[in-house]
């Protein structure tokens, strides 16, 4: 937003002559998408048919096709039109809960980017004052629900928000943990997003379950029927998310339907979860 620079004040030939540069700047770089606003809303000068004229003259003029969307504030722009290639979006609480994220895929049937999930720091802002391990437990949230989320932070001490330069927080470590295991996996999919929301994997095959703020102390094996057949084997790994340690659980499970939605373990066999917040659990298919 404008901020004294005068983008505010530009009219509409001066606006798109300024995106025809962009474009002819950037688009050759292939690291390259484009958000056409931060927080688009707070220009109040422009309306979305405006914005949209601007999408059109990006998808007009950049031969590469990158990635483009817009950033929101307290209006949200369509992002169910064809030039929108993803959702954008600020929406704080979308990463505090389970389901929203799914919720929004539904909506959409588009990548769903959380964009500015707060900002771990200590300033005085109610925006920039997660602690790491909220940071980190907002982005398995948003990882579990099949979407994506944007880190960043704030503190006192650092001019990382405004310029950039050395990340402080305890966050992007345990945050390039999560990336590693989202590497290994196969596609992150909602599983059963009406009934568990806290599982995201691959029917039949793969299968990560986060148990976020809560201690469950024991997971008895039960996975939701899509996918599975009888006589499936399954190993289990115990995922501490903010210590950053895997630890394999020495049993094997074997699956058998229990009734028209679930699957159990044969033997009835459960998973001892270590008593405290931020466990979480990756099931692999072994035969």
């Known amino acids: 937003?404008?901020?004294?620079w005068g983008f505010e004040r530009m009219d509409m030939p001066t606006r798109k002559r300024f995106v025809r540069y962009c474009v002819a700047r950037f688009s050759a770089y292939r690291n390259v998408w484009w958000s056409l606003a931060n927080e688009n809303s707070f220009i109040e000068s422009m309306t979305?048919?405006?914005?949209?004229?601007?999408?059109?003259?990006?998808?007009?003029l950049d031969p590469y096709q990158h990635l483009v969307s817009i950033h929101n504030a307290g209006r949200?722009?369509?992002?169910t039109y064809p030039w929108v290639s993803h959702v954008s979006m600020q929406y704080y609480n979308a990463a505090d809960v389970p389901g929203v994220v799914p919720l929004l895929r539904d909506i959409y049937k588009k990548p769903i980017v959380l964009d500015e999930i707060n900002y771990?720091?200590?300033?005085n802002r109610r925006w920039g004052q997660l602690t790491g391990?909220?940071?980190?437990?907002r982005f398995w949230i948003v990882y579990i629900g099949g979407g994506y989320a944007t880190h960043g932070e704030s503190f006192e001490n650092s001019p990382w928000i405004s310029t950039g330069g050395k990340l402080i927080g305890k966050s992007p470590s345990r945050i390039a943990f999560l990336k590693k295991i989202v590497d290994d996996a196969p596609e992150l999919k909602p599983i059963d997003q009406y009934y568990v929301m806290n599982m995201a994997g691959k029917e039949g095959s793969y299968y990560l379950l986060y148990f976020g703020k809560k201690k469950p102390g024991e997971w008895k094996f039960l996975l939701p029927d899509n996918g599975l057949k009888e006589g499936m084997k399954f190993k289990a790994e115990i995922i501490d998310t903010w210590n950053m340690t895997i630890e394999s659980v020495d049993k094997v499970f074997e699956v058998k339907r229990q009734d028209d939605y679930k699957f159990v373990d044969t033997k009835g066999q459960s998973i001892q979860i270590p008593d405290k917040p931020y466990m979480a659990l990756r099931?692999?298919?072994i035969n």
């Open 48 to 60: 979305d048919e405006e914005w949209t004229a601007l999408f059109k003259e990006i998808k007009h």
């Open 76 to 79: 949200i722009y369509n992002y």
């Open 120 to 123: 771990e720091g200590d300033i």
């Open 283 to 285: 099931l692999t298919r």
């Open 133 to 137: 391990k909220e940071m980190t437990y």
């Open 1 to 4: 937003y404008d901020e004294g």
